[in-house]
């Protein structure tokens, strides 16, 4: 049987329409403006880092600084991290940790010194030391 014998047996179908790209939609959180979501977006963008939730809040209970500088540090361990494959990293500090997502950018948690000498780092496939 020769090509054109083949497929004059295919049966024809019509051409399958794709649908538009749609956006994702995110929730929004109770108690958070959009104008708090946005401002958090421009600042994650401008920076290239995004602090979560949980990471800010234990940030400001412990006391941990993270000023311009330390933030840019952290910025430049995550792009050689991710030079590396890395995917959850822990960055130790003098004075901190962070357990941060690479590919996200994100700080996901902070740890002061005092509470260091006795935590277990777990989910983590690298660690850098700052």
Known sequence: MNVRQLASRVETTKPIQQQP?????????????????????????????????????????????????????????LTTLDAKGAQDALLLRSDAAFVVNVPNRTVVTAIGREEMAERVFTNIDSAMVL
């Open 21 to 77: 790209a749609q956006s994702p939609i995110r929730k929004q959180q109770p108690g958070t403006s959009f104008a708090d979501m946005l401002r958090k977006a421009q600042e994650a963008e401008s920076t290239g880092l995004q602090v979560s939730a949980h990471a800010q809040q234990r940030i400001q209970e412990r006391g941990i600084g993270m000023d311009e500088l330390q933030q840019r540090t952290i910025i430049d361990a």
